[in-house]
Nanobody, 124 residues
Framework: QVRLVESGGGSVQAGGSLRLSCAGS????????VGWARRPPGKEREFVAR????????DYADSVRGRFTISRDNAKNTVYLEMNNINPEDTAVYFC?????????????????WGQGTQVTASS
């Protein structure tokens, strides 16, 4: 059983940066595709980024590509989401989850074992 705990959220000015962490326990996270998703106020959870199991391939939603970077530290059993040039549209609760497959078209529903989430609030 994998347990995920997100951290690192906060309030930032537009243009600022944050690094979110997804710490895993129970199983090595490199056995899974790990994804980040977010739920903006009043909206459904949406896919943000994912990282593969063995070759660390990465994939991003169009809205964050070029600004966000997903990475993993296997020694710490942690996956990170580096967020740069944050804008108010990035305001959301951010979650990490796991999947056993690399879906052709990623969606938030591909992932499970979500953590409790971490709030990111960006002001203009």
């Amino acid at each position: 059983q994998v347990r995920l705990v997100e951290s690192g959220g906060g309030s930032v000015q537009a243009g600022g940066s944050l690094r979110l962490s997804c710490a895993g326990s129970g199983r090595p996270l490199n056995e899974y595709v790990v994804g980040w998703a977010r739920r903006p106020p009043g909206k459904e959870r949406e896919f943000v980024a994912r990282i593969g199991r063995f070759n660390d391939r990465t994939d991003y939603a169009d809205s964050v590509r070029g600004r966000f970077t997903i990475s993993r530290d296997n020694a710490k059993n942690t996956v990170y989401l580096e967020m740069n040039n944050i804008n108010p549209e990035d305001t959301a609760v951010y979650f990490c989850g796991i999947s056993s497959v690399w879906a052709t078209f990623p969606q938030a529903i591909d992932f499970g074992a979500w953590g409790q989430g971490t709030q990111v609030t960006a002001s203009s």
